[in-house]
């Protein structure tokens, strides 16, 4: 028997299953890459391994012995550990309070020890991230650092047997992906049981040794990379349940001859960007590169009136647009998709229905509440057009798969008369079905005359569906690369101001 041998694990939430026949075995020492589309009941397994949820049945062996896991703290006692997918930190606390939170340190005499904690947290942080400070309040770290800082946490928790990692690089760069697997393979080492948990096909190719495959609340599929070859298209086809291309692919038409939509002239805000000049075109596709940090997302809050640059102008469709305020962003028909989806893009305990049309209708200065009956009828075109599932406006948006969500958060736009869309990282934590939909999405968009600007930290998904990509570099446009120059190497030496001679090398 493996180390760790799952059989049948079953939850439902009231009508909804969830999860109907999870099962998985994993030895000591060995990577297990757990992959399936958003809803699959990937993360819905995790948490129950975690104590997070309870099952409504199955059984659970550790080493051998049949196990109850009723609680965090009985997780903890069977030695397993999880780095979430929905960050489990506290916003005022430090980073390295954060990482000791539950497992402190005593002196001799009982009172905290303060000082091994801190050293504690800082040897995991200078290996993660050297450039972060551990006396840092979470409430002011980017998304890549807040979840390097939920990763040391797990990594630093006590006598760890079994490590889940729920989507634990979907927010980081390749040089930070890179230090986490470094970190993963010395818990290998130590003969430690890892589950792990990505859309990133690359990644689990690079790191797993066997892959076990989910589909609709079921085990489909177990892969063993001892006795077959890594295949990307196998996987995801079983992922999928159908014959997948290996890559999404449009042709790119030439769009050099459309008018300027949107263009910005010496846009600058201190320690964020300076002198950001560029245009955005008709119908365009202009995807914002680099390592996360330079100032795309302060560009885009720019744009979007969430922030207020400090100099420059913002010009659309021939007229100074300074917008101040989201409001009178949207009122000109630009809009944007942020980067977090469930702080900043939808009401959660609400419906479908409600998300929707709450652009459209307070835009007008209504209450979506009185519209709610009109507004169902409306929907349903727009629920058919962004393939969400399931269909019901009715339903709630916590019942929603991650990619689903995604769909509701684009989606909603599209009631509104749009010009530019800007879209943060769309397509993080989403899987490759839903992925290609939401491509499918933007594409449509730009044939309707739609600019779209995409900040994207996924190199393959601004080559994918991109016209253009600037380079941002300390807050400065460094590169401008057409599609016609498009590949991996190209952005990413742009991205680290390298020759390409030696990313090749």
Known sequence: MSYLEVHSLKKNFGGIIALSDGSLSCEKGRICGLLGANGSGKSTFSKILAGLIKSNGGEIFIDGSKVEILSPKQ????????????????????????????????????????????????????????????????INLSPAHKQLVEIAKAFCRPNIQIMIMDEPTASLEMHQCERVFEEIKKLKEQNITIIFISHRLWEVLRICDTVVVFRNGCTVATLDYEKEEKDENKIISLITGEQWESAFHIDKVDKSENDVLL?????????????????????????????????????????????????????????????????????????????????????????????????KVTTKGKSPYLFMRSENALNKPLINGIALHPSDGRNTITILSGGNQQKVVVGKWLNLVSQVMLLNDPTKGVDIGARSEIYQLIIDLSKKGIGIIIFSSDYSELISICDRVLIMFEGDIVDDIGSKDFSEEKLISSSLRANLSEIES
């Open 75 to 138: 997780a903890k006692q069977n030695g397993v550990a999880i780095v979430h997918q929905n960050l489990s930190l506290i916003p005022e606390l430090t980073v390295w309070e954060n990482i000791n939170l539950g497992t402190e340190t005593d002196s001799p005499i009982g009172w905290l020890d303060n000082k091994k904690s801190q050293k504690k947290a800082k040897d995991m942080i200078e290996r993660l991230c050297p450039e972060l400070s551990i006396n840092e309040k979470i």
């Open 263 to 359: 263009e910005t002239r010496g846009l600058a805000l201190k320690s964020a960007y300076q002198n950001i000049d560029f245009k955005l075109l008709k119908g365009e596709i202009l995807g914002l590169g680099g390592l996360q940090g330079q100032g795309q997302n302060e560009l885009l809050y720019t744009l979007a009136g969430l922030i207020q640059a400090e100099q420059g102008d913002i010009i659309l469709n021939g007229e100074k647009m300074n917008p101040g305020h989201p409001a009178n962003a949207i009122e000109k028909g630009v809009v944007l998709v942020p980067g977090d989806r469930q702080k900043e893009g939808l009401f959660f305990e609400h419906s479908v229905n409600f998300n929707l049309m709450y652009p």
